[in-house]
């Protein structure tokens, strides 16, 4: 079993930034690719990022492409996503994602299902 940790959220104002961490362990391998998926008050878990096990693949969703980053560290088994120029759309509990054998898809159209474990989720608020 793949344990997922996340770290990093919190309340900040519009404009600003945040950087939220997530740390694997368990039966956890580097090869695996790691994500985030991002949930509102009322509204589905919606897609953000991904990251290849290598690094060289990131597909980001419309909504934050050009704001966020996703990067990792293989040596560390963890996967970082700094955010940029937060807007209030963005509060939401953020959870951190990875699975042995998603596929890179650059139409960004990920689903919960696509991915096999999931972190307990860090919440962040960004006010007006």
């Known amino acids: 079993q793949v344990h997922l940790v996340e770290s990093g959220g919190g309340l900040v104002q519009a404009g600003t930034s945040l950087t939220l961490s997530c740390a694997a362990s368990?039966?956890?391998?580097?090869?695996?690719?790691m994500g985030w998926f991002r949930q509102s008050p009322g509204k589905e878990r919606e897609f953000v990022a991904v990251?290849?096990?290598?690094?060289?693949?990131?597909i980001y969703a419309d909504s934050v492409k050009g704001r966020f980053t996703i990067s990792r560290d293989n040596a560390k088994h963890t996967v970082t996503l700094s955010m940029n120029s937060l807007e209030p759309e963005d509060t939401a509990t953020y959870y951190c994602v990875s699975d042995d054998s998603v596929v890179m898809d650059y139409s960004g159209n990920y689903h919960e299902g696509d991915f096999s474990s999931w972190g307990q989720g860090t919440q962040v608020t960004v006010s007006a």
């Open positions: 368990g039966r956890f391998s580097s090869s695996y690719a």
């Open positions: 990251i290849s096990w290598s690094g060289s693949f990131k």
